[in-house]
């Protein structure tokens, strides 16, 4: 994570970190398929394995 998302970057702030560590994140989980996840991305597999009645609680 380090190398991909802020490995190089100068940053001023703590929020400006955060910022790009959501990104990171965002960007991975719509982006990266994982052997883990039968290749899927994370969003996919989540709705694929996530239960009709998890949503309702």
């Not at 970057?9 to 719509?30: G, M, P, S």
């Not at 991305?41 to 694929?48: E, V, W």
């Amino acid at each position: 994570m380090k190398k991909q998302a802020i490995w190089g970057q100068i940053f001023c702030t703590a929020a400006e970190v955060k910022a790009a560590f959501c990104d990171f994140v965002a960007r991975y989980n719509a982006d990266s398929r994982m052997e883990q996840l039968d290749y899927l991305i994370p969003l996919d597999y989540r709705n694929r394995h996530l239960r009709p009645e998890s949503l309702a609680a």
